[in-house]
């Protein structure tokens, strides 16, 4: 008794093969298909990692490019600062602008 009673006209229709009824040629076919598509996904994988890295290196270096030029422009802003203010200091002209300056807005928060 056929424990699975449709499996004739399916078989019939579409004929469900065992490896001992393959020709030669079809097993040498699965079994490079087989080998190419695990060599593709291998490589597929290995490059995946080394373009991940490579991009992980750039971005880092790009990251400390920025701090880098950022560090350097405030280097740069701080050392204008000083500049100008050792020249405030120097300068008695500079003294005297400024301080006709400052004392003009306290004259004008303090009149009106």
């Known amino acids: 008794m056929n424990s699975f009673p449709g499996l004739k006209e399916v078989t019939a229709i579409f004929p469900i093969r ?6 030669l040629r079809q097993k ?20 995946y990692r080394v373009v991940f890295n490579q991009t992980l290196e750039r971005t880092a270096a790009n990251s400390q490019q920025e701090v880098n030029l950022m560090a350097k ?16 200091l120097i300068n008695q002209a500079t003294q005297n602008i400024l301080g006709s ?6 004259f004008l928060e303090n009149g009106l």
């Open 18 to 23: 065992t490896r001992r009824s393959l020709s």
């Open 28 to 47: 040498i076919n699965i079994t490079n298909i087989l080998i190419v598509s695990l060599a593709l996904v291998f490589f597929t994988v290995n490059i």
């Open 73 to 88: 422009s405030l280097g740069t802003a701080l050392l204008s600062v000083q500049n100008f203010s050792k020249l405030a």
């Open 101 to 106: 300056r400052v004392a003009f807005l306290i």
